[in-house]
């Protein structure tokens, strides 16, 4: 333990005369390390919140989904797709859909609704919406001479019907045309889905794409084909690749693509909040500069005997570097052990809720990176360290024949 380092542990751990002194300094390294919680555990909140929400939307539109100019249905099968999507090995899972308005009605409810329709054994590598199942299977199959439908919790309610009920399904491109009758089918509701995300829960049914094809008389059409790729980091290369070797009339757009607004929104809030709870940090630093600086009026004869038995004026603001660093060592330690506790405890047991029709989730999300935790860290013991610019520099011009001349 190098001379300077036993020095500053004294100063700050020993009995000062005022007691008062020795409070701060315990208080400056509490305030640091409650800001350095706040801190880490608002990145980590506003991380797993954007994270949670980026999972429940890709869980519905996958990755990327390659559809036709201005959604007109295009053919089942696309060799120039398939020839692309061959040199691409970023891609895991491909699957053909159809994406169309309806009506849903159940004993006299209507409701309008988009429905999805898609081959069930190529769901699940593709979607994840089957995850999300809250009541009976998400089987979309004929049985019994009726083909399956698989809808939201919210929609179900609206439209008073569980799993085991019957649901009516009308295109609404057949109404209107003389002579002919609009064209609808009848499904067994097979299961009900919850994620919390409204705008999908009320709206997107899911049926078997041969159904879809009949009820759409689609024949042999498709709205196109929804990707998955293995890491969601590699969807806008992927894209960006797509759109390079595509075709007339198909076309590319991403899960990211197809809801910028609300994630530039949840971007735009990370600046604003950051920035405002890195204050409470910013005030635990002018703790930390106050509690240095009263040690240096208290321990004036104690700076003065070591200039007089040699110190220069460099090792007594070495001295108190030694100290400042030692505090946001400290306040940034219990800092970090603070919000990894907190927030293992709120991921173990979720004891704050937030309401779920508001924020797409029950529980409030929190997902720490290590990059955060470095990064929050590293400011916190810098910031420590500059924090004693002021107290080293009025401790060095101490002179020792003033500070110990009445002695």
């Keep these: 333990m190098s001379l300077l380092f036993f020095i500053a542990r004294r100063h700050l751990g020993s009995r000062h005369s005022l007691s008062f002194i020795s409070l701060v300094s315990y208080l400056s390294i509490a305030g640091l390390a409650i800001g350095i919680a706040v801190l880490i555990l608002t990145l980590g909140i506003l991380t797993g919140f954007e994270q949670e929400v980026q999972r429940k939307i890709i869980s519905f539109d996958g990755h990327i ?18 020839s692309i999507l061959a040199q691409l090995p970023q891609v895991t899972g491909r699957m053909p859909y159809i994406h169309h308005p309806a009506t849903a009605r159940v004993r006299g409810q209507t409701e309008a609704v988009f429905v999805e329709a898609f081959e ?17 299977e998400f089987t979309l199959g004929e049985e019994g001479g009726k083909s399956g439908i698989v809808l939201g919790r919210a929609l179900a309610e609206k439209l008073n019907t569980r799993t085991g009920g019957r649901l009516i399904l009308m295109d609404l491109t057949s109404l209107g045309k003389p002579g002919r009758a609009p064209r609808i ?27 879809g094809q009949r009820l759409f008389n689609y024949r042999d059409l498709i709205t196109g084909e929804i990707l998955s790729v293995s890491d969601r980091n590699e ?6 690749y797509l759109d390079d070797n595509l075709k007339y009339p198909l076309m590319s757009s991403t899960w990211k693509e197809r809801h910028y607004n609300l994630f530039a929104w949840l971007s735009l809030q990370k600046y604003p909040i950051t920035v405002v709870f890195a204050l409470v940090a910013l005030v635990a630093l002018l703790n ?13 004869k104690d700076i003065g005997v070591l200039r007089a038995v040699g110190f220069s004026r460099k090792k007594i603001s070495q001295l108190f570097f030694f100290e400042g660093g030692i505090v946001g060592l400290l306040g940034v330690s219990l800092g970090v052990a603070l919000a990894l506790l907190l927030g293992w405890i709120q991921v173990r047991f979720g004891l704050l809720s937030i309401p779920e029709e508001v924020y797409f989730m029950g529980n409030l999300p929190i997902l720490f990176t290590i990059g955060h935790v470095l990064t929050v860290g590293l400011f916190g013991f810098i910031a420590a ?19 110990v001349r009445y002695e």
């Excluded at 201005?70 to 089942?76: K, R």
């Excluded at 769901?123 to 999300?132: E, P």
């Excluded at 004693?388 to 500070?403: D, T």
């Design 235 to 240: 969807t806008v290369s992927v894209a960006g």
């Design 65 to 82: 989904r390659v559809k036709g100019f201005l959604g007109d249905p295009v053919a089942q099968f696309q060799p120039q797709l398939d």
């Design 185 to 211: 089918g009848q499904f067994e509701v097979r299961g009900i889905y919850e994620t919390g995300l409204n705008e999908y829960d009320e709206s997107i049914v899911y049926i078997d794409l041969s159904a």
């Design 288 to 300: 930390i500069m106050s509690s240095l600086t009263m040690i240096v009026m208290e321990k004036s």
């Design 385 to 403: 360290v500059t924090a004693s610019l002021y107290p080293a520099w009025k401790a060095s011009g101490i002179q020792p024949a003033e500070a």
């Design 120 to 136: 069930e054994e190529k769901a699940q590598g593709v979607l994840g919406t089957w995850k999300n199942l809250i009541s009976g």
